[in-house]
């Protein structure tokens, strides 16, 4: 049922280069962890227009407007692929239960400013479980 309500909406996501985080408070950041007890949200989306720099506005004025103020979202990072045909969301949410909150939110039309990102690109979504990290030894 989950991802049956999100993919009438959609939700976040990440990858490439040229990114912005946008968390709930300045001390606030995303931490990639494995021990965490979090649900990742990654969404690739494609401008339907191919304007790649309007859907990387509307989405930050989206995560700056109305998601860091929804309860359980942790942080969202944007990024912009080199090859200006994507834009990614990597989105971390308390759990399951807060990220359906607020698709329950979008869905009633309470958050008007991502609706508007839906509109402007095609997503491809899905949920993830941090497994592992590995950093360089340098």
């Known amino acids: ?3 049956k309500i999100i993919s009438t909406t959609a939700l976040i996501a990440s990858l490439s280069v040229g990114s912005i985080a946008i968390a709930r408070n300045a001390q606030t950041t995303s931490a990639i962890d494995p021990s ?3 649900l990742t949200m990654i969404n690739v989306l494609t401008p339907k227009n191919g304007d790649q720099d309007a859907l990387v506005a509307q989405l930050e004025l989206a995560l700056q407007s109305t998601l ?4 359980g979202f942790i942080s ?3 990024h912009k692929s080199l090859d200006s045909k994507h834009v ?3 989105a971390q949410w308390e759990d399951q239960k807060s990220l359906e909150a607020f698709v329950a939110k979008l869905q009633s039309g309470n958050a008007p ?3 508007q990102v839906f509109t ?3 997503p491809d979504f899905h949920p993830y479980k941090i497994m592992s990290v590995h ?3 340098n």
């Open 120 to 122: 402007m690109a095609t």
């Open 1 to 3: 049922m989950f991802y």
């Open 76 to 78: 969202g990072n944007v």
């Open 135 to 137: 950093q360089s030894k």
């Open 113 to 115: 400013d991502m609706a």
């Open 88 to 90: 990614v969301n990597y």
């Open 36 to 38: 965490a007890p979090i």
């Open 68 to 71: 860091i103020n929804e309860p």
